[in-house]
């Protein structure tokens, strides 16, 4: 039997996007905050069921995030003609996310930056943000095509635009790879790797293209 589901959960409880309808980021946006936990845990009750060694298991209630927007410290999107954000569902249209609701507001900052930025004609097949600290590492991810001079312009755009960018990296897509994220990583500004937090008991976090 499973343990009765945590009685507070963070506000709101349910999150409105404008572009749940097709970007496939948060599958579970249209449920209210602990639909989505009852889901995950009969998720997790189905995949354990599959072993009988398992499946009579007493499962702890799905614990609940302190926050449900504004979150993610990564974003890893493509790159298309005016558009920015995710691969419509099933396709490879990028819908543009300008309005998502879950991106930490500091790597959403980036985005929108890199945004317009683009706006007049993307070099970029993607890019991936991150945020480490107050900080954030930027890789653009261009095509084998892409001139040198003209990614390294877009770094400095960056960089004049965002002051919080710290390092930006450069990775090459492979043609015709299904992944965005490719080649080797070439720094073409700032350190290789930004601290996640301070160093505590003695051990050291980063985070690196």
């Known amino acids: 039997m499973d343990r ?5 959960f963070p506000e709101p409880m349910q999150v409105s996007c404008p572009h749940a309808r097709e970007c496939p980021g948060c599958p579970l946006i249209d449920l209210d905050y602990p639909a989505q936990l009852a889901h ?3 998720r997790l009750r189905d995949a354990l069921g599959a072993y009988p060694e398992l499946a009579t298991l007493e499962l702890d209630a799905v614990e609940p995030a302190a926050r449900v927007q504004g979150y993610r410290a990564r974003a890893k999107l493509v790159a298309g003609p005016g558009a920015l954000g995710l691969f419509a569902r099933g396709t490879h249209r990028v819908v ?7 991106l930490d507001p500091l790597v959403a900052q980036a985005v929108a930056v890199l945004r317009e930025l683009l706006a007049s004609g ?10 480490a600290g107050e900080a954030l590492l930027v890789t653009l ?15 400095q755009a960056l960089r004049r635009a965002l002051p919080a960018v710290a390092s930006i990296a450069l990775a090459r897509r492979l043609p ?4 965005l994220l490719g080649t080797a990583h070439r720094m073409l500004h700032g350190p290789a790797e930004l601290p996640v937090r301070p160093k505590t008991s003695g051990r050291r976090s980063g985070s690196s293209p």
């Open 4 to 8: 009765a589901a945590p009685s507070k």
């Open 40 to 42: 995950k845990q009969a």
């Open 96 to 102: 543009d996310t300008p309005h998502c609701r879950v």
């Open 122 to 131: 993307s070099p970029l097949d993607g890019v991936d943000v991150a945020r």
């Open 141 to 155: 991810i261009a095509p084998a095509t892409a001139a040198e001079r003209t990614l390294r312009e877009l770094a």
């Open 176 to 179: 015709g790879s299904v992944q």
